[in-house]
């Protein structure tokens, strides 16, 4: 039962933008936080962006003023718009999301690579 759907990883140009989709399936149940996180090659994984039901937002200070995350909840997605991209950006984006009830969903990962 696929529950998280990520999308819209690719190539770019330094200085370029993407935009991430994650849509989450109604069998999560209702969604507190959702968020990206990402991994580079030979690095731990590290937050990107949180977003609240509520809308409140919180980013690692590398993406802060480059990246906005927001969601639609009568969709359950989530987006990630990276703007200025740069080629330390470059990773693997996964999707998570928290429902009211605590448990926590993974997305299969979107390769993003930043190149010229």
């Known amino acids: 039962q696929v529950q998280l759907v990520e999308s819209g990883g690719g190539l770019v140009q330094p200085g370029g933008s993407l935009r991430l989709s994650c849509a989450a399936s109604?069998?999560?149940?209702?969604?507190?936080?959702m968020g990206w996180y990402r991994q580079a090659p030979g690095k731990q994984r590290e937050l990107v962006a949180t977003i609240t039901r509520g809308g409140s937002t919180n980013y690692a200070g590398s993406v802060e003023g480059r990246f906005t995350i927001s969601r639609d909840n009568a969709k359950n997605t989530v987006y990630l718009q990276m703007n200025s991209l740069k080629p330390d950006d470059t990773a693997v984006y996964s999707c998570?999301?928290?429902?009211?009830?605590?448990?926590?969903?993974w997305g299969q990962g979107t390769q993003v690579t930043v190149s010229s």
């Open positions: 998570n999301v928290e429902n009211l009830l605590g448990g926590r969903f």
């Open positions: 109604r069998s999560i149940g209702s969604i507190n936080v």
